[in-house]
């Protein structure tokens, strides 16, 4: 049995590999930005220029239909992908923070699988963008997800960054910078 190589363990080695060669573009000072859209005209975010909406079939394939997020942006390989949603009127009495601790436990009490890590508030010029950042497990691996709240016009507004949980240490701080160029027009 020795010298042997199972089918099994090259293929894991041949995926590993692939997975290297694979590195995500990455923000930096010298990278190229773009401004997109997040909701109607009315607010616009930097992304990097290499990113592009989602192709149509992949957004069926990846978003049920009733909760298909309006603004899917994915890079070249789809192995990182930021969305965005119109989640309703923005009661003002709550508050950004109170929406996103209460979204917090009841996503818990539904997935409690689910391991939250971090949560935090950036300024983004005047607004204030509440996020927080898990993990999550699907069929066949584990996703990084950074989720982040903010208000435009009266209407409450979620984004949702993920990736493969294996490169979130190189994505975390690069989203995080991204959420400080949302602006409201």
Not at 29 to 38: F, G, L, N, S
Not at 57 to 78: F, L, M, Q
Not at 171 to 182: G, H, V
């Amino acid at each position: 049995m020795e010298g042997k190589k199972y089918l099994d363990k090259v293929l894991l080695e041949l995926r590993k590999e692939s997975e290297k060669s694979k590195e995500p573009v990455l923000i930096s000072e010298k990278c190229d930005v773009k401004k997109i859209a997040i909701y109607e005209n009315d607010a616009y975010m930097m992304i990097p220029i290499e990113w592009q909406s989602m192709n149509p079939v992949w957004r069926c394939a990846k978003y049920n239909r009733s909760y298909r997020p309006e603004v899917i942006i994915t890079d070249a390989h789809g192995d990182a992908t930021i969305t965005f949603s119109d989640v309703g009127k923005m009661d003002r009495l709550v508050g950004i923070r109170q929406c996103c601790m209460q979204l917090k436990n009841d996503m818990q009490e539904i997935w409690n699988q689910l391991v939250f890590y971090d949560s935090g508030a950036i300024k983004a010029g005047k607004k204030d963008v509440e996020w927080m950042d898990y993990k999550m497990f699907c069929i066949d691996s584990e996703l990084y997800c950074l989720l982040f709240l903010f208000d435009v016009k009266n209407h409450l507004i979620m984004g949702n960054f993920h990736c493969s949980f294996s490169i979130y240490n190189r994505w975390k701080p690069q989203i995080l910078m991204l959420l400080e160029t949302i602006e409201e027009v």
